[in-house]
Structures are given as C-alpha cells and as structure tokens.
C-alpha cells in the first residue's frame, strides 16, 4: 500500500448536530491532530455527534513491513484518545469516557461525551496546554539525569490505564536492552522490504517541510546515542553494543506493558504513553518512543524474559532534559 496522509476528522463526521461551541471542536480537532503516530500516520478519526466525540481506528492504514499486526497503530489511537479527553477536560467540559472496542463499534478506540460543565483541575490544565509543545526528541539528551519526583510523576502517569511502567535500571539491564536493540538493528537494517517502505515514508514526510507534525527534522537521525537505534534506516550506523548499553543506563528508559496482547491493551497502552509523555513536556522535559526494535516477536520475548516483565511489552520511552544546542544562547 502506499503511504497516505490521514485525515484529522473521518469521511463520517457530522457536526451538524453538535451542540459544543465551534471553538471547543475545533480544540478536539487540533489536539487530537497533534497526537504523536507511528510514522507520522495519524491512523485515526474523529466523529462529532451531538456532545460527544467518538475516536476510530482507520485500520486500513497499514505499515505491512513496519506494523503488519498493527500494534502501532493501535498505540497511536490510544495517544490520540488521551489527547481528545484533555482536550474535553481542558475546554471546561466534565468529560465521561466510554473505551472501545465493542462488538458493535470494533473500531472504536474511544468516546468522550461532555456531561457538563467543570473547570480543569491543575494537573489537566497544564497536560492539556502541553500537547501543542510534545514533539519527538530524537537527540541525546543533557547529561543531568532526571530529579527523583520527576521520575516518580513520569511513572505514575505512565502506569495509569492499567498499563505496567517501570524503569530500566542498573547497568546490567542496559546491557540486556543494548545487545537486543543491537540486534533488531542489524536485522532491520539489511532488510530490503522493509528499508523499502521506510524510506517511501520518511520520502513522503520530507515532501512537508515545516509543517510541525512532520515528525523528522534536519539531523533527527543522525545516529547519536539511544536514539541511534530507535529507528534503523539503510544508513544508520550499527551501534557499539557497550557504549549503547553505557548510554541506555545513564538515561532514563521506561518500558511499557500490559498483563495481555489484545487490541485494548494497545489502546491503552498509547494513552498511557501519551500521558507519560505530556507530563514530561509540563515538567520541561523532552522525550522519544522507540518501538521499532519491539515489532520482532523474538525481542519483545527477550524483554520478557531478560527484565523479568510480567506482561506483554509494547514501547520504550525515553525521557530527559534537552542538551544545549551547540552555539545557542540561553536566556
Ligand atoms: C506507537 C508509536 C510508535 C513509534 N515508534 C517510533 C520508533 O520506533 N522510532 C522513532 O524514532 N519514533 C517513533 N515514534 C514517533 C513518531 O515517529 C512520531 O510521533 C511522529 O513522527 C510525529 O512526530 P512528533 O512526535 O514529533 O509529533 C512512534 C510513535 C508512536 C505513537
């Protein structure tokens, strides 16, 4: 298949009948826009119904070489969904979610309908105000390792919707995420199908300079620290497995899973994710999701196995504080 843009809203919506203020929906549309996505794919849409926002997975976008089970994508919803709630919550709405899927919406990732009027509370006010401000972060980070609160109010969030989050710690850890990112790497890297269709994405990315959901700029994978590995291109340079393993243990990784592998718990896993790493953006940090590596059944195992994990792992984020670009003033 090839690559295709999303549309923010789907061929469905009807606002027609929406009783929300033109400007609350248009807030739904930009936050929900604004979701990060498995290449950038925005597999989603949204549906307006009186008061209420309905989410849907669009799984005919599909990664055959990248996400052929569509685990991604699923992820992806699940971000988008954790935007649209903030976005309810933070327009003044008391927000009420309804999860899919169901047997008779089995699309559905998720409905939010406005009940009535309430204020955000603190905590929603400033998430909400950081979905325009997440982005990727494909860059080693500053060496200051993240405050201990910190840390503890990244894993709160992300172990929220029955996700499990925890922490990669101690060096021998690392070494066992280093040599199993070594090794996706090397498979990914020579393999042609799969080179193929990420290079027609990043092709098709690079078409739509400036626009900020484009999700790769300049030197974004110039192959420098953990994030050498988190998305392998024909180019990227194989990793010494030590220093990957030195790097991995002086950042902060958190690893993301769920007791099961079903679709919910892809969904899930996304809006917990997502509200990981919108409270890292609140807190002045930054941070990049690394799955690539995870869509090889062997890896996910070794994670299981090598960490112990008592579930299904989907996703490594890493978080930090950025590092100051060379030349740069601050202030
Ligand atoms: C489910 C999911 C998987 C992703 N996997 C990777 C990955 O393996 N490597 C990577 O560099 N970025 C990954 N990303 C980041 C996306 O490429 C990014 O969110 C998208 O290009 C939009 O850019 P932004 O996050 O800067 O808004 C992933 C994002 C999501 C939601």
Redesign the pocket.
């Known amino acids: 298949m090839s690559p295709r843009r999303s549309h923010r809203r789907g061929a469905g919506t009807a606002s027609e009948k929406q009783e929300w203020p033109p400007e609350d929906i248009r807030s739904m549309e930009q936050s929900v826009g604004?979701a990060?996505?498995?290449?950038?794919t925005q597999p989603w849409s949204l549906v307006i119904r009186d008061r209420t926002a309905s989410l849907y997975e669009r799984s005919e976008v599909s990664l055959e070489q990248h996400d052929p089970a569509g685990r991604?994508r699923r992820?992806?919803c699940g971000?988008a969904l954790t935007n649209l709630f903030l976005a309810v919550r933070g327009t003044g709405w008391e927000a009420a979610l309804r999860r899919g899927p169901s047997a008779e919406e089995p699309e559905l990732v998720g409905a939010v309908t406005g009940a009535g009027r309430r204020e955000p509370s603190v905590l929603e006010g400033q998430r909400f105000r950081a979905i325009a401000r997440?982005?990727?972060h494909?860059r080693p980070f500053h060496e200051q390792g993240l405050a201990h609160v910190a840390r503890e109010a990244l894993l709160a969030a992300g172990g929220s919707s029955g996700v499990r989050a925890r922490w990669i710690t101690g060096s021998a850890e690392a070494r066992h995420v280093a040599e199993l990112l070594g090794y996706a790497a090397r498979v990914h890297k020579k393999d042609r199908h799969y080179q193929r269709e990420l290079a027609m994405w990043m092709l098709d990315r690079s078409g739509r300079a400036g626009d900020p959901?484009s999700?790769?700029d300049g030197d974004d994978l110039a192959g420098e620290g953990v994030?050498g590995v988190?998305?392998t291109t024909s180019g990227t340079r194989l990793p010494d497995e030590g220093k990957l393993a030195e790097w991995i243990a002086a950042e902060s990784v958190m690893v993301l899973c769920t007791d099961s592998d079903e679709r919910s718990d892809h969904f899930r896993t996304?809006e917990a994710l997502q509200l990981a790493w919108l409270t890292a953006t609140s807190l002045g940090l930054v941070s990049?999701?690394?799955?690539?590596p995870l869509h090889l059944a062997e890896v996910r195992r070794g994670l299981r196995e090598r960490l112990g994990l008592a579930g299904e792992p989907h996703?490594l984020a890493r978080f930090g504080y950025p590092a100051p670009v060379p030349g740069q003033r601050r202030g």
């Open positions: 604004r990060p996505s498995v290449h950038n991604d992820v992806s971000a997440r982005s990727s494909r959901g999700g790769f994030p988190g998305l996304g990049s999701v690394i799955t690539q996703v």
